[in-house]
Nanobody, 124 residues
Framework: QMQLVESGGGLVQTGGSLRLSCAAS????????MGWFRQAPGKEREFVAGIRRGDNSIRYADSVKGRFTISRDNAKNTVYLRMNSLKPEDTAVYYCAVDSLDVGGTDPRLYDYWGQGTQVSVSS
């Protein structure tokens, strides 16, 4: 089992910034590809960003490229999502997740451990 705990969400104005954190425990963090997803009310959960184990290659959803940055600190077993230039359409519950098979995809069904989520709200 692996436990994930997100933090750092909140309410910000358009153009503001937040940094989300996801602390992992239960297994060796460095072995796993990690992802951030989000889900807005009435919408499906969607991929935001991912960082692979080993080479730390990164991919982003087109909607957040240039504004969001994913990173990881293996010594702290933590993955981060820095979000700049936030827009109202970024409002959602943000989840971190583990891709234990290292597929590195964007489909949430490929991820097998999930945190409880943290709410991000962006006011216009």
């Amino acid at each position: 089992q692996m436990q994930l705990v997100e933090s750092g969400g909140g309410l910000v104005q358009t153009g503001g910034s937040l940094r989300l954190s996801c602390a992992a425990s239960g297994r060796t963090f460095t072995y796993y590809t990690m992802g951030w997803f989000r889900q807005a009310p009435g919408k499906e959960r969607e991929f935001v960003a991912g960082i692979r184990r080993g080479d730390n290659s990164i991919r982003y959803a087109d909607s957040v490229k240039g504004r969001f940055t994913i990173s990881r600190d293996n010594a702290k077993n933590t993955v981060y999502l820095r979000m700049n230039s936030l827009k109202p359409e970024d409002t959602a519950v943000y989840y971190c997740a583990v891709d234990s098979l290292d597929v590195g995809g964007t489909d949430p069904r490929l991820y097998d451990y999930w945190g409880q989520g943290t709410q991000v709200s962006v006011s216009s």
